[in-house]
């Protein structure tokens, strides 16, 4: 994994996905000075915590062979060699905006095997921060949560991972004017429009809360709950409605 960029959303995504179970030695980070190696002197401590040992200097080096890629830098990081340099397969989120760290019309031309993501709508697997903290918050504060921990955080990915696979509503589908869609290549992540993610995403943390004992107000009827947060959304869609918003 070859993380480009070295800020605080580089190093938190990083221990995220070390939480997920991504081996530290198996991560790669480069800042704008090159590869984060024993060789620099100039590191601060959380760019220490990502250290490698690997004899690697430059992001060319290091994505000869790599499995994924995550930007979070800025645009036009990544060239079509080193995409092309890449093991089979590869995954490339490209988080810059607007312009990514490669152009999705330059990934998908170097390679059709990849899996490609990044934060702009006007494309597949738009990654987005509406997707996790609204939801986030909202459970954590049903739950009076004494703060955001690593298990809450957990759990939000892994509802947004399995709300993936259901099928997708039809005003999603109007939304983006579709006629289908279903998870794959080109749908990995929920679309931030999907009216289920409150239900699907704020219980879940709320639960972790409790599990990880965090939480001062414990919920006891999930469904009610859940109905509750549901019925949130669609009083909100009325008054917007009311308004002429939609």
């Known amino acids: 994994m070859v993380v ?10 990083s221990r995220l996905y070390v939480s997920l179970g991504v081996k530290k030695e198996n991560i790669v ?7 984060i190696n024993n060789k620099r002197n100039d590191l601060n401590k959380y760019k220490k915590e990502f250290i490698t040992d690997r004899d690697l200097d430059t992001l060319a080096q290091a994505l ?14 990544m060239t079509k060699e080193m995409l092309a ?4 397969n590869p995954i490339v989120f490209a988080m810059a905006n607007p312009n990514p760290e490669i152009s ?9 095997d990849l899996i490609f993501a990044t934060g702009r709508s006007d494309y597949p697997n738009q990654i987005n921060n509406v997707l996790g903290f609204p939801y986030i918050f909202r459970g954590a ?7 955001i921990n690593e298990e809450m955080k957990l759990a939000a ?5 399995a709300l993936t696979k259901e099928p997708v509503p039809a005003s999603v589908l109007r ?26 995403v704020a219980p879940a943390v709320a639960r972790a809360a409790m599990e990880s004992g965090v939480a001062k107000y414990p919920i006891k009827d999930w469904e009610e709950y859940k109905t509750s947060l549901d019925k949130r959304i669609s009083e909100h869609i009325k008054n917007i409605a009311r308004c002429g918003g939609i």
């Open 175 to 200: 939304a983006y004017n579709l006629g289908d869609l279903k998870f794959g290549k080109d749908y990995i992540i929920p679309k931030p429009v999907d009216p289920r993610l409150i239900s699907s």
């Open 157 to 161: 990915s892994k509802a947004l991972a």
């Open 141 to 147: 504060l049903d739950v009076r949560a004494s703060t």
């Open 64 to 77: 000869k062979g790599a499995d994924l890629f995550l930007g979070l830098s800025a645009a036009n990081m």
């Open 104 to 112: 999705f019309e330059d990934a998908t031309s170097t390679r059709n």
């Open 29 to 35: 980070m480069v800042d704008s000075k090159g590869v």
């Open 85 to 88: 340099s890449m093991a089979d």
């Open 4 to 13: 480009c960029g070295a800020g605080a959303a580089a190093i938190s995504c």
